[in-house]
């Protein structure tokens, strides 16, 4: 963070002149009036007059005059150079990035368990791939996907631009036992480490898992590392709200794909959602992983004038009680 001195700014100037015009010329008059009245008794009394007294009622008025200038507030002003958090960013950004070369992640569930309809006439398996082939029309044709199936182990389907991936959808197939998530998940994030590229993670299962370790863990940890993840639960499986619950709390991104959605006007809607929350977090793993840096300069203030300003106001006004008069 940069940090470049400009200027003095008093915030409230109108307060300075109200109070000065109220304040000074009355004081100015009864200071006259006093020094004409003690002139008059000294001489009476044939008693010399102290320059003195004349030099301390001088203080005070400047005392006040301090105090006055004090309350417009006189502050430093700094500019100061923040970068930006992904979320003040926002839609700035995404039109930054929208046509950069990014990794888009692919982890898609072919457990058995995504054979099931939920009682409706198609299988989360095909929501699945309908949801990911959404995805896969939004991205640029700069971008890089990565393709891998899963289930009691990862398998890469495909590494390559968007058309060619599109392409290999059709090599997955739900037809394998236990669900390992955690391990997808490490699986992608080795190949993701060694792109070097910007990433961005998606996960699309039922969110049932019976194998390997725990995959809020995995998800949380690849995200903190940079790299942001988007959860997407497909189907109705409750074995999977407990993991779904701890990620929403997390902050992870977490979407929903259902069978009565995907059959309805909801579409459309759905595919909005899908198309920013895509574009906000490829502009966060720019940022996260440092191939983006988004700047802003913004004022600081800084009081000490009016700290330094009463101190100084005050140290002459009690001063100013030492006179003995």
Same mark, same amino acid.
């Given at each position: 963070?940069?940090?470049?001195?400009?200027?003095?700014?008093?915030?409230?100037?109108?307060?300075?002149?109200?109070?000065?015009?109220?304040?000074?010329?009355?004081?100015?008059?009864?200071?006259?009036?006093?020094?004409?009245?003690?002139?008059?008794?000294?001489?009476?009394?044939?008693?010399?007059?102290?320059?003195?007294?004349?030099?301390?009622?001088?203080?005070?008025?400047?005392?006040?005059?301090?105090?006055?200038?004090?309350?417009?507030?006189?502050?430093?002003?700094?500019?100061?150079?923040?970068?930006?958090?992904?979320?003040?960013?926002?839609?700035?950004?995404?039109?930054?990035?929208? +046509?950069?070369?990014?990794?888009? #992640?692919? *982890?898609?569930?072919? @457990?058995? !368990?995504?054979? &099931? /309809? $939920?009682?409706?006439?198609?299988?989360?398996?095909?929501?699945?791939?309908?949801?990911?082939?959404?995805?896969?029309?939004?991205?640029?044709?700069?971008?890089?996907?990565?393709?891998?199936?899963?289930?009691?182990?990862?398998?890469?389907?495909?590494?390559? +631009?968007?058309?060619?991936?599109? #392409?290999? *959808?059709?090599?997955? @197939?739900? !037809?394998?036992? &236990? /669900? $390992?998530?955690?391990?997808?998940?490490?699986?992608?994030?080795?190949?993701?480490?060694?792109?070097?590229?910007?990433?961005?993670?998606?996960?699309?299962?039922?969110?049932?898992?019976?194998?390997?370790?725990?995959?809020?863990?995995?998800?949380?940890?690849? +995200?903190?590392?940079?790299?942001? #993840?988007?959860?997407?639960?497909?189907?109705?499986?409750?074995?999977?709200?407990?993991?779904?619950?701890?990620?929403?709390?997390?902050?992870?991104?977490?979407?929903?794909?259902?069978?009565?959605?995907?059959?309805?006007?909801?579409?459309?809607?759905?595919?909005?959602?899908?198309?920013?929350?895509?574009?906000?977090?490829?502009?966060?793993?720019?940022?996260?992983?440092?191939?983006?840096?988004?700047?802003?300069?913004?004022?600081?203030?800084?009081?000490?004038?009016?700290?330094?300003?009463?101190?100084?106001?005050?140290?002459?006004?009690?001063?100013?009680?030492?006179?003995?008069?």
């Amino acid at each position: 963070m940069e940090k470049r001195f400009m200027t003095i700014k008093i915030l409230y100037p109108e307060v300075i002149l109200i109070l000065a015009l109220s304040t000074i010329p009355p004081a100015i008059i009864l200071t006259y009036l006093s020094a004409v009245k003690r002139r008059n008794v000294l001489r009476m009394i044939r008693v010399v007059d102290s320059p003195i007294w004349y030099f301390l009622q001088a203080l005070k008025i400047l005392s006040l005059s301090l105090i006055i200038i004090a309350s417009g507030v006189p502050v430093n002003t700094y500019m100061v150079v923040k970068e930006l958090d992904v979320g003040v960013a926002g839609r700035k950004l995404q039109d930054i990035t929208v +046509n950069l070369t990014a990794l888009h #992640v692919f *982890l898609i569930d072919e @457990s058995y !368990s995504m054979n &099931y /309809t $939920d009682g409706f006439n198609v299988t989360r398996f095909e929501l699945a791939i309908r949801f990911v082939e959404n995805c896969l029309n939004m991205l640029n044709d700069n971008d890089k996907v990565l393709l891998i199936g899963f289930a009691k182990e990862p398998r890469l389907v495909c590494y390559g +631009n968007v058309s060619q991936c599109r #392409v290999m *959808l059709r090599e997955f @197939s739900p !037809s394998r036992r &236990y /669900t $390992d998530i955690a391990g997808a998940l490490s699986y992608a994030y080795t190949y993701v480490e060694a792109s070097q590229m910007p990433a961005l993670i998606v996960v699309v299962t039922d969110a049932a898992y019976n194998y390997g370790g725990n995959p809020y863990e995995a998800i949380v940890m690849v +995200n903190k590392t940079g790299y942001p #993840v988007i959860f997407v639960k497909v189907g109705f499986d409750n074995r999977g709200d407990r993991l779904v619950s701890d990620l929403v709390s997390s902050g992870i991104k977490v979407l929903y794909v259902n069978p009565n959605v995907i059959e309805s006007v909801e579409q459309s809607r759905l595919n909005e959602i899908i198309k920013n929350t895509i574009r906000e977090l490829r502009g966060e793993a720019f940022i996260r992983r440092r191939f983006i840096t988004m700047n802003l300069q913004v004022e600081e203030k800084d009081i000490s004038p009016t700290l330094f300003l009463v101190s100084i106001a005050l140290i002459i006004f009690l001063f100013t009680r030492l006179e003995g008069y």
